[in-house]
């Protein structure tokens, strides 16, 4: 019964991780290269990884969806590549809905590797090559260099907001459990 | 237009389920001190006496309006504040 207890922990404690891994905003330097639009078949395997339907999202007949991406490299020279989807009033409560000017955006600091223009890309998800995710960007901002490591304010205030609400439950818990809802006993 | 109704409502009653809970978990904190006070006031007359009882119930006639019951309803203000932070952050930025 222990040892369970403490599996289950363990991949409760991992699950948490990877969540908040996925959900949290994430900041990376690179270059913009490319942007564009693809078909994108949206199937049930990577279905959750991409926006929730009727978040604007127009899918033909086949179920593919027309989804913007960004081409990106990395300052060590490996590529990344974005999606840019709203996420509309949906989860993960991004409340994104200006994907388009963020493309045109994207689109303007475009620099090939002559005369780079490096940029802070935020963003949350995955890149799966084998399940075709990618993570969704939300902004973008200009850096004067890519050694530049600008701070990621909001993960860590949600981080702290996180840990405070946890800390209250555990109080309320203790408080609950010492007296319950009435009056104490003794 | 539907998902944000569903959000308005989803927003609502979480957040009336954290104020109840607060609500709860505040009084209990508040009954518990004036329980304490009474137990330190009139020592022959500790635990769960009538007196006490009667006591705490009339200390806790006004709690409802204490400031710090009125801070309660920042629950009802301030992830609404959030909200609209982060869709002025993400889009207007």
Known sequence: ???????????????LFLFLDYALPSKNTVR???????LTSVTASNAIFYASDNTGTVENAAGQRDVRFIEAVRPNGKVFVYRNEDTGWIWPP??????????AEATNLRSDRNNP???SVTAYG??????????????IDTLASPDERPRNWAASIVCI?????????????????????????A | MAAFIRLILFLLIAETLFYLLLRVYLRSLRTERLEEIWDTRHPAQAGNTPARRAFVRRSMTGFDKTLRSRLLLLVFVLPNLAVMGIIYWINWQ
């Open chain 1, 126 to 139: 995955w890149r799966l090559p084998w399940l075709s995710t990618y993570p969704n960007a939300v902004s």
């Open chain 1, 117 to 119: 223009q490096w940029v």
């Open chain 1, 94 to 103: 991004y409340f994104k809905y200006d994907s388009a000017n963020l493309q």
């Open chain 1, 161 to 185: 907001v996180l840990l405070a609400l946890l800390a209250l439950f555990w109080r309320m818990w203790a408080q609950f459990r010492e007296r319950g809802f009435g009056r104490r006993k």
């Open chain 1, 1 to 15: 019964m222990h040892y369970l207890k403490v599996a289950v922990g363990v991949l409760f404690g991992v699950a």
């Open chain 1, 32 to 38: 913009i290269t490319n942007t564009y639009n693809r």
